[in-house]
Nanobody, 126 residues
Framework: QVQVVESGGGLVQAGGSLRLSCAAS????????MAWFRQAPGDERQFVAAISGSGYATHYADSVKGRFTISRDNAKNAAYLQMNSLKPEDTAVYYC???????????????????WGQGTQVTVSS
């Protein structure tokens, strides 16, 4: 049984930093591209960042480029999202997702991902 569990969310002031973690189990982790999405109340789920199975390739939404960094540790079956210079508009529930690396899909398409976590709340106060 595959499980994806996020952690590390919380309340932070604008300009601050948070590091989200995503722990995956029940799958061969390096065979999956990992991504972070976020969803604010009333909004659709939005792509944030993605990373290849090897960790060498990354992709970011324009809104977070230069501020957020996605990474992974295949030995620990974990992915991370380092978020710096946070803004109030970054407030959302952040989700970790996994997609089989053999699928040829755009990393930004949420409905193509195979597994999802339950989400972790990030709140940025002004």
């Amino acid at each position: 049984q595959v499980q994806v569990v996020e952690s590390g969310g919380g309340l932070v002031q604008a300009g601050g930093s948070l590091r989200l973690s995503c722990a995956a189990s029940g799958l061969t982790f390096s065979n999956y591209r990992m991504a972070w999405f976020r969803q604010a109340p009333g909004d659709e789920r939005q792509f944030v960042a993605a990373i290849s199975g090897s960790g060498y390739a990354t992709h970011y939404a324009d809104s977070v480029k230069g501020r957020f960094t996605i990474s992974r540790d295949n030995a620990k079956n974990a992915a991370y999202l380092q978020m710096n210079s946070l803004k109030p508009e970054d407030t959302a529930v952040y989700y970790c997702a996994a997609v089989d690396r053999t699928k040829i899909v755009l990393p930004t398409l949420a409905d193509k991902y195979d597994y999802w976590g339950q989400g972790t709340q990030v709140t940025v106060s002004s």
